[in-house]
């Protein structure tokens, strides 16, 4: 993995690190996630890239933790795939919801996914930029789930 500096040639990466560092500095988790992922939903070359270096290995019954507003449920989605997409966060689910809405195949749950017994076959589990939200005590729960 590449690190983001200005030698690095890449400025967009290095640009887009020190934007986030700078406000996730000034503001609490939900507001800097919520900044990156409004940020991230307007970058559609990096995600179009950051999508290839995956999609190679998804199924066709994807449950997707941690959904955000909605960026890769709908790259995912556009596959052909049935992508559930879930989120904690009631605002995100409802900007995953629009981002979705013409996909079939696409549906999207406001859930904890440590709250439940997931008894539906799905073939992938993507959890993108989700792990490092996960509070310690609540690991075992999340990776059993």
């Known amino acids: 993995m590449e690190i983001a500096s200005e030698q690095s040639g890449s400025p967009f990466l290095y640009q887009s690190k020190q934007i986030w560092m ?16 409004k940020q991230l939903g307007g970058t559609s070359a990096i995600n179009d890239w950051y999508f290839s270096k995956f999609s190679e290995h998804l199924g066709s019954r994807i449950l997707e933790i941690g959904c955000g507003v909605g960026t890769f449920t709908r790259l995912m989605g556009e596959t052909g795939a049935r992508v559930h ?15 979705t809405d013409n996909i079939a195949g ?5 859930a ?6 997931w008894d539906k076959d799905y073939d992938t589990v993507v959890a993108l930029d989700v792990i490092e939200h996960i509070y310690l005590e609540n690991e075992d729960v ?3 789930a």
């Open 22 to 37: 700078t406000f996730s500095m000034t503001h609490n988790d939900i507001d800097a996630q919520e900044f990156w992922l």
């Open 85 to 99: 997409g879930l989120d904690i966060n009631h605002d995100f689910v409802e900007m995953a919801a629009r981002a």
């Open 106 to 110: 696409v549906t999207i749950e406001l």
């Open 112 to 117: 904890d996914v440590t709250n439940r017994d």
């Open 142 to 144: 999340f990776l059993k």
